[in-house]
């Protein structure tokens, strides 16, 4: 079933709204025209207790103000670009700078605050289309590309899939932006999750967190999750990478890089509520984010509950960062008549 709510309005009057989705299964999803952001995620525990695990805002304000990219979709290049300055085939670009000398998430105003169309598909499986024209020149990126995604959920699963097309070649690195936390979004730190990932080389970053171009091998590092631990059992802040980016906040790539269709990559679980979360894609890589700058008194999550850093953390599947300045980085360019064309699932069970 889906229904659709008032969330109030933009300065020029128009309304937002989200979008509900309930499987009968009894796991909901609610979707934000804003960002296309998921602002709740209500799945149950090993008692059979449902709870919101994504962090969010209960005010519009808070979404058009925000720089956590909570839930949010992020394109059209996710994560930095140094500088804000990239070139494609001999011609300059400039993407807005928006997080100390780099473009963050897209720039001034990225796809995680904008507004989509949404088109919902009631059904067995209820699913969301959400679609966005970015016009040549926006943001500094060129060509008109129109991106489409879907959201879908399933009895145990929301599964996202990413398309986009292009008149032009132009950079693009989707994401998604949810913060999770199995134990419910307002029960504390993450740290005492366990984490699995299938990754074994890691991006180390400069102070800017802008990759260094280095990839290196996770075994002997904190980065090492290819054997479950919990995301605090290394989170050691002496630690040189870490200390740079204060905490995880890492692009990790998968052993088997990127695939025809979504594989299983990573696993998190919370030992209090029991909640096990699967992530499958065919993505090549993973921004592993321990929510390290959730500080900001101003914003606080639904239900007044304070921001605090490691209280949630993103796996946000992706290609490499900052790839448009190494040419031994992911190819993020996407050319006319290519489709891009990713998914991502966030499954759920109890253990
Ligand atoms: C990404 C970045 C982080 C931070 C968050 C948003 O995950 O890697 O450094 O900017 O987005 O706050």
Not at 1 to 6: S, Y
Not at 99 to 110: E, F
Request: with cysteine; glycine share 10%.
């Amino acid at each position: 079933m889906i229904t659709k709510h008032d969330f109030g309005a933009l300065a020029d009057g128009s309304r937002v709204h989200s979008y509900l989705l309930q499987h009968k299964s009894g796991i909901s999803l609610r979707i934000l025209e804003l960002g296309g952001a998921i602002m709740e995620l209500c799945v149950p525990d090993r008692n059979g207790r449902f709870t919101n695990v994504v962090a969010s805002y209960d005010s519009l304000a808070d979404y058009l103000l925000d720089t956590t990219y909570f839930g949010a979709l992020i394109g059209r290049v996710a994560n930095r670009i140094a500088k804000g300055k990239y070139e494609i085939d001999g011609r300059e670009y400039s993407a807005f700078i928006n997080n100390g000398p780099s473009s963050l998430h897209g720039g001034r105003i990225g796809f995680s605050h904008r507004l989509w169309t949404v088109e919902p598909r009631d059904g067995e499986d209820p699913a969301l289309i959400l679609t966005l024209h970015s016009p040549d020149g926006e943001e500094g990126y060129p060509g008109n590309l129109d991106v489409t995604v879907t959201y879908t959920l399933t009895a145990d699963a929301v599964s996202i899939r990413y398309e986009a097309v292009t008149d032009q070649r132009t950079p693009v690195n989707l994401t998604n932006h949810a913060y999770f936390n199995l134990g419910g979004y307002a029960s504390g730190s993450i740290l005492g999750h366990t984490l699995r990932l299938d990754a074994d080389r890691f991006l180390p970053t400069d102070a800017d967190l802008i990759p260094t171009g280095e990839l290196r091998a996770v075994e002997g590092t904190p980065f090492d999750f290819r054997t479950p631990k919990t995301i605090g059992r290394d989170f050691d802040l002496a630690y040189p990478e870490l200390a740079l980016a204060g905490g995880y906040d890492h692009c990790l790539c998968f052993t088997a890089g990127e695939t025809e269709t979504p594989v299983l990559r990573a696993e998190a679980f919370e030992p209090i509520s029991g909640r096990v979360m699967q992530v499958l894609t065919n993505q090549p890589c993973v921004q592993l984010y321990a929510g390290n700058f959730l500080k900001d008194p101003a914003h606080p999550l639904s239900g007044g509950y304070p921001q605090t850093p490691q209280s949630a953390f993103c796996l946000e599947t992706q290609k490499m960062p900052d790839a448009l300045h190494h040419a031994h980085f992911d190819n993020i360019l996407l050319s006319p008549g290519e489709r891009y064309d990713y998914t991502t699932v966030y499954r759920f069970s109890v253990s």
